[in-house]
């Protein structure tokens, strides 16, 4: 047996075997791992603040922590609490890293949402769900007065004498002289008549249409700007509310928005303002004041006293989105940043930086003014960072307020502990071999103070299943790489140390090397075309001596720049031509891991123990050979797949598949009956046939007249046999005149045989 034609071995270039996996800082490191660093939007590791969670001396007996104002010293702090209306004092410890509280007032209002110490050292509460104000002097309520409202929300103190107040449930804005309150006592009734309201100081000087005025910021020259909810616009009120005229003043809109709370607005001396939303349709007090577990139907006892309130922890993951607003005086506004799943809750500025407390996972955020960049600082084990303060006389630190579970924080941007910052979990995509890791830059930071460690796992769980931590460790100091031999898996986590450095240290985003396990290829497809048609193989275009931008942007790092695609649209182009004896079988083949695959095919007849190799090590997805001199038989084919150059030879993988039997018949099929009825004006033509080995394809009917006719579905309807039958009516008018026809039958193998009727 010789073939026709055997795949020519020629050069096809393969994916490289090692990869790389870019580490972004900025995206695979959360806040809750940074210590003394911070990551910045464009991948990179930077010095930052150290945050430290305060350890209450004695427990505070508060579930929520709402409000955070200085006490008139750095080291006292006010707190607003809930759901059992609190004011508690909080006294810090910074060098023992602790905190002790004691309580100043118990109100009968659960929620205090807005708290403020006045010039004279008394204090202004505002309450939920009920709308009362409070002022407190010594830890007595000195005056009490119940708004139409659902909530106060906020509380802006003008000077000694003036304050505004934020409602919610309606979004009203009101004036309120401090003298007058303060002499007005205690009123357990809501306010209604004017009358009432002139009495206690207050002056309704402004309304808008959203349900919530959610926040309140004076501007220098005296306005006032006020951020909403549930729809999240942003408003500016004229000065003229502070003043003591008595008419309204409509706000001018600064922003519209649709589902979203403005949660701050800290304007700036020249009249710029920043804002923080969130876009999500529930409150930021409904997402830290989680809903209390329903009581059990079982048992209930009217006498009996009411168990305790339980509180379900909070969701895990935060759905909506935030954004940092810029309005400058006189512009319009820009975005500077915006953060999925992630809430804003508080600003605060320090020097070119602005700061933001957020959570849902205890995030702490910056935003670098001169280089316009987002940061991430350290974040807190607590989910929500709702308040922070700066602490008087010392502008490096910052004051914390948390939730779930509740406490203080100090951020401290001059600490000087150990720096260090643990990645999430790094999924490779598959499990593979650990080489290097390497650094493109090191700014004001020398190799040698840099520890690094890693460990890897086969499985996905956050938890099990994980190495200990293994240290990597750059070997020469003048190519710094770090590595740790043997090091396998398909996920990882790094985690970097380093002493307390200059504030200027800057980690560009590693890269690490690694090796795919190897897999074995697989057989996607494998067909026999019909027997007797050859393969012309089209002709491979020719790779342009150009590329395109957009070619190399849209490309994958695995890419091969199109080659495998523009040689299978070469090959998809071969053209098919009948050749007797012929056979071509085609296969599809791929690998993994992109190595280069070279395919064996052989074939076997049934009976015989050896096997003939019709294409040895071809990288073609073809083989054409003749089967003339085959004897007839049914032939088993096996494909031999084994990878090739450039992976070594040591470590190429193959993999035999058995493929299609192969049926083999030069021998026509036999007629064993074939009859002629006429009528009255058809003629039927009935051919019974059998074939040895092949399946009845179907019958040619040739007249001596010149009429001819071509029958394929059998008598019985299903073509799936190997003697079938075969009729053909047709009409006596076209075989007029003709006396005699010539019926051939053949079968799925191309073989035919004739025998000539008599009409």
Not at 490 to 507: N, T, V
Not at 552 to 578: N, T
Request: no cysteine.
């Amino acid at each position: 047996m010789v073939p026709l034609s055997v795949s020519v071995l020629t050069t096809v270039s393969a994916d490289p075997l090692s990869k790389k996996y870019d580490l972004d800082f900025y995206r695979d490191v959360p806040s809750r791992n940074l210590k003394g660093l911070a990551t910045r939007s464009d991948g990179r590791l930077v010095a930052g603040p150290v945050l430290t969670e305060l350890t209450a001396v004695a427990p505070f007996n508060a579930d929520l922590l709402w409000t955070l104002e200085s006490a008139g010293a750095p080291d006292r702090w006010l707190l607003g609490t809930g759901p059992d209306g609190r004011v508690l004092e909080a006294t810090l410890d910074v060098a023992k890293s602790a905190f002790t509280t004691r309580e100043i007032a118990k109100l009968d209002e659960p929620h205090i949402f807005a708290l403020k110490r006045l010039p004279d050292g008394a204090l202004l509460v505002g309450t939920s769900p009920h709308g009362v104000l409070f002022l407190l002097r010594d830890g007595k309520v000195t005056a009490r007065v119940s708004l139409p409202v659902d909530s106060i929300f906020d509380l802006l103190v003008l000077d000694a004498d003036t304050a505004l107040i934020a409602t919610g449930n309606p979004a009203r804005l009101y004036r309120i002289d401090l003298k007058q309150f303060a002499t007005s006592g205690v009123a357990p009734e809501k306010l209604i008549t004017p009358a009432q309201f002139t009495a206690r100081g207050l002056t309704l000087v402004g309304e808008i249409r959203d349900r919530n005025l959610r926040r309140l910021a004076r501007f220098p020259d005296g306005r006032v700007a006020a951020g909403s909810s549930p729809k999240g616009n942003i408003y500016v009120f004229p000065a003229t509310i502070s003043s003591s005229a008595p008419a309204r003043a409509d706000p001018v809109l600064l922003q519209e928005n649709r589902d979203a709370e403005v949660t701050d607005l800290l304007p700036q001396p020249n009249g710029d303002l920043y804002a923080t939303l969130v876009y999500s349709p529930s409150a930021g007090d409904a997402r830290i004041n989680v809903l209390p577990s329903k009581p059990s139907k079982e048992g209930t006892d009217a006498l009996a006293a009411p168990a305790p309130v339980s509180f379900s922890p909070p969701a895990e993951k935060f759905s909506g989105r935030s954004t940092l607003v810029f309005f400058p005086a006189g512009g319009f506004p820009e975005i500077l940043s915006s953060r999925s799943n992630l809430a804003f809750y508080q600003l605060a500025r320090r020097g070119d930086t602005l700061l933001i407390a957020g959570g849902e996972q205890g995030e702490l955020i910056g935003y670098d003014l001169t280089a316009r960049l987002p940061l991430t600082y350290a974040g807190s084990a607590s989910s929500q960072l709702n308040a922070l303060a700066a602490v008087p006389g010392t502008p490096d630190r910052f004051l914390v307020l948390r939730n779930n579970a509740p406490g203080l924080a100090l951020l401290d941007f001059k600490a000087t502990a150990e720096r260090s910052a643990e990645t999430r979990r790094i999924d490779l995509g598959t499990a593979a071999l650990f080489g290097a890791l390497r650094f493109d830059r090191l700014r004001d930071l020398a190799p040698a103070q840099l520890a690094l460690e890693i460990k890897t796992s086969v499985g996905s769980d956050e938890v099990e299943g994980w190495t200990a931590w293994t240290p990597l460790l750059a070997a020469d100091a003048t190519d710094p790489a770090w590595r740790a031999p043997a090091l396998r898996g398909r996920y990882a986590k790094l985690r970097l140390k380093l002493p307390a450095a200059a504030a200027s240290l800057e980690i560009e985003k590693p890269a690490v090397y690694f090796l795919p396990q190897n897999r074995r290829p697989t057989l996607q497809e494998f067909r026999f075309l019909a027997p007797n048609f050859a393969l012309i193989p089209g002709s491979e275009p020719a790779p342009s001596v150009t590329t395109s931008l957009s070619s190399i942007l849209s490309a994958s790092k695995d890419d091969d720049g199109g080659q495998a695609k523009r040689s299978k649209a070469g090959f998809l182009a071969s053209q098919i031509v009948p050749a007797p004896g012929a056979q071509v079988a085609l296969w599809t083949l791929v690998d993994p891991d992109g190595d280069s695959v070279t395919a064996s095919f052989s074939i076997r007849r049934e009976g015989d123990t050896g096997w003939t190799d019709l294409s040895v090590s071809s990288r073609e997805p073809y083989v054409l050979f003749d089967t003339a001199r085959l004897a007839d038989g049914i032939y088993f084919t096996r494909l031999v797949a084994t990878e090739a150059a450039p992976r070594p030879a040591p470590e190429r993988l193959s993999i035999t598949f058995e493929t299609d039997n192969l049926i083999v018949d030069h021998t026509p099929p036999a007629i064993l009956e074939a009859t002629v009825v006429r009528t009255a004006d058809t003629v039927k033509i009935t051919v019974h046939g059998r074939d040895a080995m092949s399946l009845l394809e179907g019958i040619e009917v040739t007249f001596n007249n010149g009429a001819h006719d071509t029958v394929e579905q059998p008598a019985d309807g299903i073509r799936d046999g190997r003697e079938e039958s075969f009729i053909l009516e047709i009409p006596l008018a076209r075989v007029t005149g003709a006396t005699a026809a010539e019926v051939t039958l053949y079968d799925i193998a191309g073989n035919a045989v004739t025998r000539r009727i008599t009409l």
